[in-house]
């Protein structure tokens, strides 16, 4: 099923790019069809792999899509740019990364929008494929580029580039939209009425239609158990967030007035404890990852956090499984959260209080007072934590330098109170506010240059306790950020001049370049105040024309509010009426309320710090030495990511390996020399410690752990004194086979 190009990539590509694991297509769980017949979708993530294959919308998408019989879904990302040049030298078109198949020969090319600066990364990816950027110079029905994801509730610095967009969850909508391009793909004769019905869909935005109905962005109502996957794709090499993830809400019912997320998930949506207990158990199969990370914008506000908890315990926890609490709320962060936290990598604990007095606390619509951020720190200094991270915005509507005075007075007490517990590291991280589209922000001003450098003066003068470290988000970013965020379709041009110019990886510091940015925009005429500056309510602005559910009326309400300092309850205690109640009732999308029941046995086990002065599991009682070949597929794994793939199968199988004692406990694996990178063998070894009660056929369990990834050759028992690998083999044996027309080459040496 491999595209002819395969081979090409094989020899010309991959020996010759820095990490060749993130195109190789080496990873379980992958789902691997023959196009024939089948409606194909690529979905691309424009940034790198390793942070693409960290986003859970992608994981969802590939498996709904991939459900169907008829449709063929695959994945690629952007190439870093030593790949993006030798694909260009060696004149291969991008591809995907099951079937190894040029993007253009898809039907869709679906790309996400997950924030404004990978605008050029979307250039460089439709250049690589041969496909024209512009919408108006590709013809022919197939592909359509699609956008999605949630910056395209502002689509229109980029709807030059795009076919069309598919605004919202994209759950079930996709799966309409392709259901109506099989219908229509074959009829429509021309490319234009194919998008125009493709258009009739509610939440399809077509640009090059310059129709003016309104696109509503619909929410699904349920987040039905089938639609996530019990196995994930595991990349064999390290990403970003290298563990599974359960998303168990989605939506956030605070209402705080900066946050896009906030308003573009309404209503929150809750799943049952059954399902995510049913979906944790098995991804840990389906995996082998040991850290379950529990997504939302706010777990500590789910409504059975305890029960949950509970119930993790004893399905997870127990088999060793680590628990992860990516985003939590001081308010509803409980004693409980963090035993069950702390059971876990105490890696660094993160709270957002966004702003420093609390004025601007009732201005954003988030009112935590400093006693709860200091009750929290002391249930989690107790337990042993070491590192914490204090998220803060500077630049938000109707800030004063007393507000950075007031913030700096905050994080000194926090640090003060820190004292007591020793060495505690508590980062201190800034970033610019960025007004965003469809929040009650929208309207507001983007802090200057030289406004956000004097009040990062004003706090670090003011910062007085070695515990403190404070680092800060390049404004320049930030900027440009802002402009695209709130832009209009006179920006496609400088978008396509800066890439033109070498804009890429606008994302990345080291390869973010303002003034080349600047530079283009004076170029193309375009005064970037229009889009830094206040607006006015009666202002017509660029994405009204996607309705989101939440009624204009309302943010313009919540904007006042602002302006006078005034609160709105969250949903659950008061619903305001924001819009969503139209379609929605939001009070029948959480989950019932459950009492928690053995919380109190847990808490009573676990409240102390863990003294971690053994290894749990003892060492290894018996040892195997493996004979193993490396194939063609497996040649640029290296021994690292191998003994992390051997550890998460062995998990799977339930094959007990021995541990390393210390701190941070090793499986006991190791390897013999390693070879070189990307060379396949006849021979490698691998020695292997399990506990003395296994009692399963070594043969057959190293079958199964090595056939994937690499070809099991024998397996012997170690006996008596023996000796050790690195003794054990004397030299490597390469043979290099120069083919004929190199031959000159190494005449001339
Ligand atoms: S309708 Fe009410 S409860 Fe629902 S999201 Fe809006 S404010 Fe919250």
Redo the contacts with the bound molecule.
């Keep these: 099923m491999m595209n002819p190009l395969s081979d090409l990539i094989e020899t010309e590509f991959l020996p010759f790019v820095k990490t060749p694991l993130r195109y190789s297509g080496a990873e379980k769980n992958t789902i691997v069809k023959d196009h024939t017949g089948k409606t194909s979708i690529v979905l691309i993530y424009p940034d790198k792999y390793e942070i693409g294959m960290s986003y859970k919308g992608f994981h969802i998408l590939y498996h709904i899509l991939n459900k169907r019989d008829d449709i063929v879904c695959e994945r690629a990302f952007i190439p870093e740019k030593d790949a993006c040049d030798l694909l260009r030298q060696k004149k291969i078109p991008l591809f995907s990364l099951e079937t190894r198949t040029p993007l253009s020969d898809f039907d869709f090319v679906g790309l996400t929008l997950p924030y404004e600066l990978c605008f050029t990364n979307i250039l460089e990816i439709l250049e690589l494929s041969g496909i024209p950027v512009w919408s108006k110079d590709r013809k022919g029905n197939k592909p359509l580029i699609l956008g999605g994801g949630i910056n395209a509730i502002n689509p229109e610095p980029v709807a030059d580039f795009f076919d069309m967009f598919l605004i919202g969850d994209g759950e079930e909508k996709l799966l309409d939209l392709i259901d109506n391009y099989k219908a229509n793909s074959q009829k429509a004769k021309t490319r234009k009425a194919l998008l125009k019905k493709m258009a009739e869909m509610e939440s399809v935005y077509v640009p090059s239609l310059l129709n003016e109905k309104t696109h509503i962005v619909k929410a699904v109502a349920e987040l039905k158990p089938e639609n996530y996957t019990d196995s994930p794709i595991v990349p064999i090499m390290e990403i970003t967030q290298d563990r599974m993830s359960v998303e168990i809400m989605r ?1 956030c ?1 605070r ?1 705080c007035r900066f946050c896009q997320a906030g308003f573009y998930y ?3 949506r809750e799943r049952s404890i059954k399902d995510l207990v049913k979906q944790s158990s098995k991804m840990i199969t389906g995996s082998g990852w040991r850290e379950i990370s529990l997504l939302s914008l706010s777990t500590s506000d789910y409504t059975n956090i305890e029960p949950l908890l509970e119930n993790l315990y004893e399905s997870c926890s127990k088999k060793g499984v680590k628990l992860s609490f990516p985003s939590m709320r001081a308010e509803s962060f409980t004693q409980e959260i963090a035993v069950m936290a702390s059971l876990g990598r105490k890696t660094t604990f993160t709270f957002a209080p966004e702003a420093g007095s609390e004025r601007m606390r009732m201005i954003i619509n988030k009112p935590i007072d400093i006693s709860s951020i200091i009750e929290v720190m002391s249930i989690i200094l107790k337990l042993g934590w070491k590192n914490i991270k204090l998220y803060y915005m500077i630049g938000l509507p109707f800030e004063t330098n007393e507000d950075i005075i007031e913030m700096a007075e905050m994080i000194n007490d926090i640090g003060r109170y820190s004292n007591s517990y020793g060495r505690i590291r508590i980062n201190v991280s800034i970033s610019p506010f960025n007004p965003k589209p469809h929040t009650p922000f929208q309207w507001a001003e983007q802090i200057s240059l030289s406004l956000f450098k004097e009040r990062i003066g004003i706090l670090l003068s003011r910062l007085r306790n070695p515990n403190i470290h404070m680092s800060w988000r390049d404004p320049e970013v930030s900027i440009l950020e802002a402009i695209f965020s709130r832009g209009d379709r006179d920006l496609s041009k400088v978008i396509y001049s800066a890439y033109k110019q070498g804009a890429l990886f606008d994302a990345w510091n080291e390869t973010f370049n303002f003034e080349l940015w600047m530079k283009v925009f004076k170029e193309e005429g375009i005064d970037t105040t229009k889009y830094l500056s206040e607006k006015s309510i009666e202002e017509a602005l660029p994405w009204d024309f996607i309705d989101i559910g ?1 009624k204009k009326e ?1 943010l313009i309400s919540e904007w006042k509010k602002a302006r006078n300092e005034s609160l709105t309850p969250y ?2 205690k008061t ?7 139209r379609k ?1 009732k ?2 029948e999308l959480l989950a019932e309320k459950v009492k928690p029941s053995g919380m109190k046995q847990i808490m009573e086990k676990h409240s102390e710090p863990e003294v971690h002065n053994a290894s749990p599991t003892p060492r290894a009682d018996v040892r195997y030495r493996v004979k193993f070949k490396r194939l063609t597929s497996s040649r640029f794994i290296s021994q690292r990511n191998l003994s992390a793939y051997i550890e998460r199968e062995l998990f799977i199988h339930d094959i007990p390996i021995a541990y390393s004692r210390g701190y941070h406990p090793l499986p006991i694996i190791s390897f013999s020399h390693p070879l070189s990178f990307g060379f396949t063998s006849d021979c490698e070894f691998a020695d292997m410690g399990f506990k003395d009660d296994y009692s399963g056929s070594i043969e057959q369990d190293m079958r199964k752990i090595f056939s994937n990834v690499m070809e099991f050759v024998s397996v012997k028992k170690l006996t008596g004194k023996f000796t050790p690998l690195m003794n054990f083999i004397d030299y490597n044996e390469y043979l290099v086979v120069i083919p004929d027309d190199a031959a000159e080459y190494f005449t001339e040496m």
Excluded: A, W, Y
């Excluded at 619903?575 to 109640?581: A, F, Q």
């Design positions: 939506g019912n209402g309404r209503p929150l939440v309302f949903c659950l619903c305001s009426k924001c819009g969503i109640e929605f939001c009070k």
